[in-house]
């Protein structure tokens, strides 16, 4: 099976339905890491301030 072709949805699929795959199971993690190398990361907030500004702004993010 050619899991280089499948995209990220069809091949999480597969991977759920044949959890034996190893092969499959690598490339799907191999594919995440990948794909999912331009979303920015951010520190874990380490004062209450820092608290209070990160759930500030998911409040706003998520009202749209």
Do not use: W
Not at 10 to 17: F, I
Not at 20 to 39: I, K
Request: hydrophobic share 45%; net charge negative.
């Amino acid at each position: 099976m050619n899991f280089e072709m499948m995209s990220i949805a069809e091949l999480k699929a597969y991977v759920l339905a044949n959890r034996q795959d190893d092969a499959a199971f690598h490339c799907l993690v191999d594919r995440l890491e990948t794909d999912g190398g331009d979303s920015p990361l951010y520190p874990a907030p380490t004062t209450l301030e820092n608290v209070a500004i990160m759930e500030a702004a998911m409040r706003e993010r998520l009202a749209g």
